[in-house]
């Protein structure tokens, strides 16, 4: 069964989580605050979805992610700030 809805704070409780695989799933958006809690979080795959949207501020509190591979998505439009906070972000996948 595949992952469709990510509710905010589903994730408040893995404070200690370093990579997060959710490739190859049927999520559709990434909700404000949605990854709350993943502070330690450095590599986070959401390949191979149908994200159309991401709210701002989606990634705000994730400090220490290095890699985030958004590829092969339906994304139509980046919102103003949607990469906020991401300061050490190395890796960027968008492609299709």
């Known amino acids: 069964m ?10 408040k409780n893995l404070n200690c989580l370093k990579i997060l695989n959710l490739r190859d799933n049927n999520i559709e ?3 404000r605050n949605m990854f709350n809690g ?20 989606s990634f705000i509190l994730m400090k220490k992610l290095g890699e985030l591979d958004l590829s092969n998505n339906r994304i139509v439009n980046l919102e103003n700030k949607v990469f906020c906070g991401l300061d050490k972000l190395e890796k960027l996948l968008l492609n299709e």
């Open 38 to 57: 993943l502070f330690k979080l450095e590599t986070l795959y959401l390949a191979y979805n149908s994200i159309k949207y991401m709210d701002s501020n």
């Open 29 to 31: 958006r990434l909700e």
């Open 2 to 11: 595949k992952i469709k809805i990510l509710t905010t704070d589903c994730f």
